[in-house]
């Protein structure tokens, strides 16, 4: 019985390994490696790729979301929407910036931030709101840049999950006023490494953006503002454009994927992920709710099937945020109870994806 694995990033390699080789040969021989000719052109490629005004390279997604948020203006004393559910870092960045968080819950049948939860959380210091792709599928856009636009708020969408996702006919990096993305290696585009960008439409953002990157400085040796040190490096931007040029397809892979799990699954007590209309999702994880996880992990792990767990425990359950293990928050608490990711991704054919469909009907 083949082993079919949740990630394989080491398979990204081996299918183009004589590009990667190439790659990394021009840089090494290039004899720089910091700001120069590869991060310019993927920044320029993945600008074009999203249809973003500006892209900027970063160190990490999470820096990517601090980023804006200082370029922003969000410090001290201001409050932030940011969802109940969803990878810490993006709670993170915000208490890096001194600013406070407020949960909001999401559409349980999505997963994204509930818009018609905004009005309620809406306090006098709200000063933006961080909705999530969560899973590679865009949160509800429309009814979110309403609100804040009613409410002069700075909307920072947190992409991290969703390179080449559509809401609306727009493409994820051209939604809200700016875009976090992660090159984590795991991701829908990610690096052999760590990297990030930060995509807007927006002229003064961007230029904070890079400057505050810079060490606060847009002429070198000049820091007129504080800033912090965070480079997506040469390295790392001359693989990501060799898998530019593939994220369409292996999104196109991971959505043939997810079509066979939801149409094979459609009959069993699952509850399968809800795509929105007039959405595309990339699929960056295919989550499922189940009373007993436990049992079907052990279930698929028994027949060579790995699964994972997005996310085990709610940030405001984490220790590095006691000070709001007090607050309720139903939905998000119910669906880190009974949420399980399936395997999905390029590394994976369709024979795989059947396969694990009748593994999981075998357990109900
Ligand atoms: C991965 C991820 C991040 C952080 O990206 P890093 O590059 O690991 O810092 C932020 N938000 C979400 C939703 C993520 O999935």
Not at 29 to 54: D, R
Not at 80 to 102: D, K, Y
Not at 136 to 150: H, S
Request: hydrophobic letters at 40%; glycine letters at 8%.
């Amino acid at each position: 019985m083949k082993q079919i694995r949740f990630l394989d990033v080491g398979w990204t390699y081996q299918t183009l390994a004589p590009k990667m080789d190439a790659a990394a040969k021009r840089v090494l021989e290039s004899g720089w490696f910091i700001h120069g000719k590869e991060v310019e052109a993927f920044e320029k490629e993945f600008a074009l790729y999203t249809g973003a005004k500006h892209c900027i390279g970063t160190g990490n997604g999470l820096d990517s979301l601090e980023l804006v948020l200082r370029a922003a203006g969000v410090g001290h004393g201001d409050d932030v929407l940011v969802p109940s559910n969803t990878f810490i870092a993006t709670w993170l960045a915000v208490t890096r910036t001194g600013a406070n968080i407020i949960p909001v819950e999401p559409v349980e049948s999505t997963y994204t931030m509930d818009p018609d939860k905004l009005e309620a959380a809406l306090t006098p210091k709200t000063k933006a709101i961080i909705p999530v792709h969560l899973y590679g599928q865009p949160a509800d856009m429309d009814p979110i840049m309403e609100f804040a636009e009613k409410h002069s708020l700075f909307v920072l969408t947190d992409a991290a999950q969703a390179h080449g996702a559509v809401y609306k006919g727009k493409m994820s990096g051209t939604l809200g006023h700016a875009a976090a993305f992660s090159f984590y290696p795991g991701k829908n585009l990610g690096a052999f490494g760590d990297g990030g960008a930060v995509t807007t439409m927006d002229d003064t953002i961007a230029e904070n953006v890079r400057k505050i990157a810079n060490y606060g400085a847009t002429v070198k040796y000049e820091h007129d503002s504080l800033g912090f040190n965070s480079r997506l490096d040469e390295m790392q931007a001359a693989f990501l454009r060799v898998k530019l040029d593939k994220l369409d397809n292996w999104n196109w892979t991971r959505k043939t994927i997810a079509r066979i799990y939801l149409d094979g699954l459609a009959d069993t007590p699952l509850v399968l992920p809800v795509v929105i209309e007039q959405t595309q999702s990339v699929w960056h994880l295919f989550v499922v709710r189940c009373k007993d996880r436990d049992g079907l992990i052990k279930h698929l792990a028994d027949h060579k099937i790995e699964t994972s767990i997005h996310y085990p425990k709610a940030p405001h359950k984490q220790g590095a945020y006691k000070n709001m293990a007090g607050i309720s928050l139903p939905i998000s608490e119910a669906i880190h109870r009974e949420v399980l990711s399936l395997p999905i991704g390029p590394h994976m054919d369709e024979d795989d994806a059947r396969r694990v469909v009748e593994v999981v009907k075998d357990f109900f």
